[in-house]
């Protein structure tokens, strides 16, 4: 219940929350505990250093390859927590939302040691429905050690930043930037984990993505991610 969580609410760079004690821990350490080894087949692998790939980890790529005890937090995430009550409240943000149990794009994520995801923007369409349209992500940290390299960094684009400390059963929530989509200050949702993950460790999130319906394609929307090394941290 929100009374029993720790709520943190982050305007700038861009909208975002983070809610402490999500969910059952012991449910979070089986998934954890679920994850196979760097090597399964299952994983796809993000191995590239590239102006379209900035990033060194491992994901899924749909429901049917997620080990049960992750799958069920997921399922949870998607089940009990809708991001437009909070955002309606805490940003005066009014959008309709469903959240994706294909788990397109989200599922079961892994930084690797030396891991690292560039800063970047996502695809704001879905791959499968190309009128969905890719409005919050809500990442639950499921590793219990904890190292700053964990965290994730935000940026507006333009010179605001902000770092979300990384915390087991935290859920870090932000709203995307998208076409269809327009804020008090204006932002693009840049967001990474650009520092590479410290040696002899890992870095373990369930995301859930969350999207809304356009009766029809909309122009000027991004396909894919798109990736940037030149921002600016003052």
Known sequence: KENE????????PYPAIAIDDFMSPALLRAAANSYPNSDWEGWYTYDGNTSSNMALK??????????????????????HFDPAEY????FDIDVDVFPDLGYYGAGM?????????????????HGGNKIWTREYSAVLCISEEY???FDLILHDGKKTHGRVPYKFNRLNVFKCSNATFTYKHEYESWHGIPEP????????TLPVFYWSKNEAPKGGRRTRA?????????
């Open 58 to 79: 491992k994901a899924t790529r749909d429901r049917q390859s997620i080990p049960i005890p992750a799958l069920a937090v997921l399922d949870y995430v998607a089940t």
């Open 5 to 12: 969580m720790k709520i943190t609410k982050l305007d700038k």
């Open 197 to 204: 993950i410290t040696s002899g460790m890992l870095r373990k």
């Open 147 to 149: 190292d700053s390299s």
């Open 109 to 125: 994520q892994l930084l690797p040691e030396r891991g690292f995801l560039g800063m970047h923007l996502d695809t704001d369409i």
């Open 87 to 90: 955002f309606k409240d805490y």
């Open 226 to 234: 798109y990736f940037k090394d030149d921002l600016k941290f003052e």
